[in-house]
């Protein structure tokens, strides 16, 4: 199944405002929009955010998501140490009938 | 506490099966989707299976689908995945999830190991 595409890896300095991207298709990102998750080593992902740019109760305003077409992107203000980790986006793909990953970012916090 | 909590991971060979459960608490377990998902050793997470709410609609990824089987019982507040016919590649941490506008809660995961 063809998954969305998420640049490998970001580096950016502390502090600093990361933007990380999710390419998908009309059937799935550009459909329904994507959703984000953070997930730190050795634990389970978090979901940061929904159908585009709806945070759940908890997570930072520092997170926020957006769409342009086919793709979605999650902006970080304020980089901190703590977002260090793996970022993943997921939709709904209509024609598949099938949930879809992006392979995932990992951040880096200089 | 809404909280889920997988079993019934271990060491399997090649060709044998299992079967992962997911026990739910803390929140209404019949009214939510429930999904499960994997991320295999130095890969990312995999989408693997769907089961509605009713326990009648079910979608699974191409990779899974006719080998592994998810299916829940809502009057237990459990979710299962059966698995057969393992493969290396199955080798992964399992992850069941909830659904409610995205995935919102998730389990600390329980890990399958495929070797002979």
């Known amino acids: 199944q063809a998954g969305l595409t998420q640049p490998p890896s970001v580096s950016k300095d502390l502090r600093q405002t990361a933007t990380l991207t999710c390419t998908g298709n009309?059937?799935?990102?550009?459909?329904?929009?994507a959703a984000w998750l953070q997930q730190h080593q050795g634990h389970p992902p978090k979901l940061l955010s929904y159908?585009?740019?709806n945070r759940p109760s908890g997570i930072s305003e520092r997170f926020s998501a957006s769409r342009s077409g086919n793709t979605a992107s999650l902006t970080i203000t304020g980089l901190q140490p703590e977002d260090e980790g793996d970022y993943y986006c997921?939709?709904?793909?209509?024609?598949?009938?099938?949930?879809?990953f992006g392979g995932g970012t990992k951040l880096t916090v200089l | 506490q809404v909280q889920v909590v997988e079993s019934g991971g271990g060491v399997v060979q090649p060709g044998r099966s299992l079967r992962l459960s997911c026990a739910a608490s803390?929140?209404?377990?019949?009214?939510?989707?429930m999904h499960w998902v994997r991320r295999a050793p130095g890969k990312g997470l995999e989408w693997l299976a769907v089961?509605?709410?009713?326990?009648?609609?079910?979608f699974y990824a191409d990779s899974v689908k006719g080998r592994f089987t998810i299916s829940r019982d809502n009057s237990k507040n459990t979710l299962y995945l059966q698995m057969n016919n393992l493969r290396a590649e199955d080798a992964a941490v399992y992850y069941c999830?909830?659904?409610?506008?995205?995935?919102?809660?998730w389990g600390q995961g329980t890990m399958v190991t495929v070797s002979s």
């Open positions: 999830v909830k659904e409610d506008d995205g995935f919102d809660i």
């Open positions: 803390g929140f209404t377990f019949s009214s939510y989707p």
């Open positions: 089961i509605l709410s009713d326990e009648r609609k079910v």
């Open positions: 009309s059937n799935n990102v550009g459909n329904e929009g």
């Open positions: 159908r585009n740019n």
């Open positions: 997921s939709a709904w793909d209509s024609t598949l009938s099938a949930w879809v």
